[in-house]
């Protein structure tokens, strides 16, 4: 159980285009999301907690124009990087959290995003 | 401070022994939650453990024990009977407070398992 999808798991796109990044907990309920950054051989950075039905939580330091989240359903939450840069290129990791076990939070396979 | 250490540099081990990772962190908090996670190459991070606060006894799920030194402030994963897809990074986080709250991440530890 615990399972959560990521889409797209690589995209390439164009330097002034706008990227969406979908992720899905498949088999449970997940009210509150979290959308991490990682660079090469770092750890993870949080960048916004996406709590369903309300607006996101952004970290210090986070463009709330430049990465939209949206948590329209209690499986689906999304990232949408707009105009990206290709300083945007990164690795994008979301996580859904599970109620047992004092709050796991259970990870998304992650999505490669390249900004030529 | 920060609130979670990870300071061993590239692990390495041999196959089938143990191998502990060490992790201590730093709050104020009663209330809390230590987690670790594994990132293999791939870059997915899987969840392997987890330990309240509030817990008395060490949390274990197959291979993987946490020994937790409360008053030490330290929760270190013990690997047992290393396989050679053990080879990954491995996170210890802590979550504060509510189980709603954010999590922060170590700097990670890279273990090798060696055949």
């Known amino acids: 159980g615990a399972v959560v999808s990521q889409h797209p798991s690589r995209v390439i796109c164009k330097s002034g285009t706008s990227v969406k990044i979908e992720c899905r907990s498949l088999?449970?309920?997940?009210?509150?999301m979290f959308w991490y950054r990682q660079f090469p051989k770092k750890s993870l950075m949080l960048m916004a907690t996406s709590n369903e039905g309300s607006k996101a939580t952004y970290e210090q330091g986070v463009e709330k124009d430049k990465f939209l989240i949206n948590h329209a359903s209690l499986t689906l939450s999304t990232l949408t990087v707009t105009s990206a840069h290709p300083e945007d290129s990164s690795f994008y990791i979301c996580s859904a959290l599970q109620g047992a076990l004092g709050g796991t939070q259970y990870f998304g396979p992650g999505t490669r995003l390249t900004v030529l | 401070a920060q609130k979670i250490t990870q300071t061993q540099p590239g692990m390495f081990v041999q196959e089938k022994e143990a191998v502990t990772l060490d992790c201590t962190y730093d709050?104020?908090?009663?209330?809390?939650?230590l987690f670790w996670y594994k990132q293999p190459s791939s870059g997915e991070m899987i969840f392997l453990i987890y330990?309240?606060?509030?817990?008395?006894q060490n949390a274990t799920e197959g291979r993987y024990s946490l020994n937790f030194q409360k008053a030490r402030k330290s929760a270190n994963l013990v690997i047992s009977a290393s396989q050679l897809g053990d080879s990954a990074m491995y996170f210890c986080a802590m979550r504060e407070g509510r189980a709603n709250s954010k999590l922060t991440f170590g700097k990670g530890i890279t273990l090798s398992v060696r055949p």
């Open positions: 088999d449970f309920q997940a009210t509150t």
């Open positions: 709050t104020s908090d009663q209330s809390y939650g």
């Open positions: 330990q309240g606060s509030y817990d008395e």
